[in-house]
């Protein structure tokens, strides 16, 4: 792996993976240039971090951001659509990826860096049950067909203390409402279980993308991320129960039907949609060697990490 300082274009750099891959990079030496909607949202006074002002559906700012750069992050993604604000899954996963591609493209960007998802598949014989999964495979394959040298890597559920997830499971454990702890569950009742997931720590994955940057072997690789802890949803809050101050001890951890789940979503007030109810009953779980070998790491436990920062969520 080269050392070499890069120059490096990233988009979703204030998200929740952002705020993480962009610090790596910096200390990695490389040049981070920003596609951000209000450069006020970059906290980092570094020289070598510079914003590009604009969204992923501005031609002049994707030009400006791509212009002289040898690698683009693209980070961006969305969990929830609202269609009001144009933001859908086929415009911000298929769309936005394609045309930030032709930018790259035609500023002759040598490395695509690529953020997917755990289950993202084509239409064939398993075909993915979400818009979420089966816009996120569009826009790998916008990628893979660009011709520029490509590393994509398909996380499980990512956590952190500063994750919209943990927030959530906070509010669940230590918050008044709603009465109980929910999951949503197979079966007329929802007892009969849901898919098992892989939380991978954030610094994991900010690693392995900061990484990839000045990574050749990992060209032309999908890799999927996962922690070292494979959990049943009962047991990941369960886990976090031990951790977190402030919890009611009593809440119950209560299975909510995925089919009445299904059937709500979207209704106001309700803070989740179908692509979340049908992701969770799918196995969210791989296998890491390749990724930790070709990177040399060893995943963070999720327990280790998460009793680190569960005072800081």
Excluded at 178 to 184: A, W
Excluded at 232 to 258: F, N
């Amino acid at each position: 792996m080269t050392t070499k300082s890069l120059r490096v274009a990233v988009t979703g750099g204030t998200g929740f993976v952002g705020r993480h891959v962009v610090p790596h990079l910096l200390d990695s030496g490389h040049h981070v240039r920003v596609l951000v909607r209000n450069p006020d949202r970059l906290k980092s006074v570094d020289n070598r971090l510079t914003p590009v002002k604009g969204g992923l559906f501005d031609d002049s700012a994707l030009s400006q951001l791509c212009d002289g750069v040898d690698a683009v992050v693209h980070l961006v993604g969305i969990i929830m659509e609202i269609p009001s604000k144009g933001q859908t899954f086929e415009r911000i996963h298929a769309q936005a990826t394609r045309r930030l591609v032709t930018a790259a493209q035609a500023a002759g960007v040598k490395r695509w860096v690529h953020m997917s998802a755990l289950g993202a598949r084509p239409q064939d014989d398993n075909p993915p049950v979400s818009d979420y999964h089966r816009t996120k495979f569009i826009a790998e394959q916008a990628v893979r067909n660009s011709g520029i040298p490509f590393t994509i890597f398909r996380p499980s559920l990512i956590h952190g203390h500063d994750g919209e997830f943990m927030r959530m499971v906070k509010g669940f454990l230590t918050g008044l409402f709603p009465p109980f702890v929910p999951y949503f569950g197979a079966g007329a009742l929802g007892t009969k279980g849901a898919g098992h997931l892989q939380p991978v720590y954030i610094e994991d994955v900010a690693k392995v993308f900061a990484d990839a940057v000045a990574h050749d072997k990992s060209v032309g690789e999908t890799y999927p991320v996962g922690g070292p802890d494979v959990f049943t949803w009962p047991g990941l809050y369960e886990t976090c129960r031990k951790h977190l101050p402030g919890v009611k001890a009593k809440k119950k951890i209560v299975a909510v039907p995925a089919w009445y789940a299904r059937m709500i979503a979207g209704l106001p007030g309700v803070p989740f949609n179908r692509d979340q109810v049908l992701m969770s009953q799918e196995e969210s779980t791989c296998d890491t060697a390749k990724v930790c070998h070709d990177f040399a790491m060893t995943m963070t436990p999720f327990e280790e990490s998460f009793a680190d920062y569960a005072g800081k969520i």
